[in-house]
């Protein structure tokens, strides 16, 4: 005679192992959404800083200036770095950061190149600028020394001699090699791969 009641089959093993793996599931799900809510909100941490970050780069670089520079001056002069002598100037003292790029001759400071240029365009030391060629190639320099104004135009943009808007402060014996053709030294900085052409404007980074 067949028993009544009770789980046939073992029924409270079964319900059992189903409890506990529902259990198990759901611990899962709520773990899943604890890693989703912490990426969620870490997401959330970088997208406001990097909001912040592009918001300082913005500033940054839009305060300068584009200043406008002759006509026909593709010239390029150089200075070499030992012409610098006046040890109580601001520009001997930023010799000692001077690092030379073997690849052109040029002197550098940080990642931009060591140049002088007229006062029209500054006359304080430490000055970021870019010169920015006709053909979109910019380069990116700082003023270590500031031409004389007896030596530049009435507007002191450019040096009457030569032409020349921009004179780089350079390493000659490493530099000549770069800018010599057949006949010799050209004198001109243009003659390296990316300085040649006509400059469109000077951009002069405030400090």
Request: hydrophobic share 35%; aromatic share 10%; with cysteine.
């Amino acid at each position: 005679m067949a028993k009544r009641g009770g789980f046939p089959g073992g029924m409270p093993g079964n319900m059992n192992n189903l409890m506990k793996q529902a259990q198990r599931m759901q611990r899962q799900m709520e773990e899943a959404q604890k890693e989703l809510e912490e990426k969620e909100a870490m997401e959330q941490v970088i997208a406001r800083e990097y909001e912040s970050l592009e918001s300082e780069i913005e500033e940054y670089l839009g305060k300068y200036t584009d200043y406008p520079v002759p006509d026909n001056k593709p010239f390029k002069s150089y200075m070499d770095a030992e012409t610098i002598k006046d040890k109580s100037s601001k520009q001997y003292a930023m010799k000692s950061t001077f690092l030379l790029d073997y690849n052109t001759g040029i002197y550098m400071i940080g990642n931009r190149y060591a140049c002088a240029l007229g006062s029209f365009y500054s006359t304080d030391i430490g000055t970021e600028f870019d010169i920015v060629l006709e053909s979109g190639e910019v380069i990116p320099c700082v003023l270590a020394d500031v031409k004389d104004d007896e030596h530049t135009d009435s507007l002191n943009q450019y040096t009457v001699a030569n032409g020349s808007i921009v004179e780089f402060v350079v390493h000659t014996n490493t530099l000549i090699p770069n800018i010599s053709n057949r006949w010799g030294n050209t004198g001109d900085v243009s003659k390296i791969a990316g300085f040649e052409g006509e400059i469109a404007y000077i951009r002069i980074y405030e400090r």
